[in-house]
């Protein structure tokens, strides 16, 4: 089992989710986890003396539905939160349905350039196939909701994640894999797979691949 963990609000992380749904079809088994990008990127959990630290000042689940505004990556906080709520009450409906409203979600948001909105949520549940009474009602636990998104921050915290889409190997092997090109075939999606878990597993023990970016001009 690989963990996945991801952040609507990232196109990277949409094509990582993509990727897996095809190896899923070919027997690869993950699991979605939450990471908030607002949340990492937070000044208050970057301030000079929490830097490497792991510390955590400032959590998404602990912040108010609806605001708006404020310092930093405050402005995304609305969309991120209410975003994942929306998903962890799909998730109540199983792993299947789990990833169809993510899925759908995805799409929405980086392919249609939808907002992460309440009408994206709604078209995301019927597309997915939700009892959308079901979700409608799950998503008023919001404590609940709440307290399950804090477990995935907290596991990612944890582990440091800093970006997404990172893939937790059953190994215990993790990497953040940043990738350009979207992929929903199933052979490329485990070409691309082997090539990551075999430099994972490589004995050269690589941890960073980065190509240099031309200046234009």
Known sequence: MTDLYFDFLCPYAWRGVEMAHALRGCGETF??????????????????DTKGSGEVRW??????????????????????????LAARAAYRQGEEKSWAFTLALFRLHHE?????????????????????????????DEAALRRELREDLEASAALGVFGTP??????????????????????????????????????????TVRRPVPRKG
């Open 31 to 48: 699991r979605l986890r939450h990471f908030s990008l607002v949340q990492g990127n937070h000044p208050d959990n970057n301030a000079p």
């Open 59 to 84: 959590w998404l689940t602990d912040q108010p539905l609806g605001a708006e505004g404020g310092k930093g990556s405050m402005k995304y906080q609305r969309p991120s939160l209410n975003a994942f």
């Open 112 to 140: 249609d350039g939808r907002e992460l909105d309440e009408t994206a949520f709604q078209d995301a549940a019927e597309h997915a196939g939700l009892d959308l009474a079901g979700w409608q009602k799950d998503r008023q």
């Open 166 to 207: 990172t893939f937790v190997l059953g190994s215990g092997d993790a990497a953040y894999f940043k990738f350009e090109k979207l992929t929903r075939d199933p052979h490329e999606a485990q070409n691309l797979w082997s090539l990551f878990t075999g430099t994972l597993h490589s004995e050269a023990q690589v941890a």
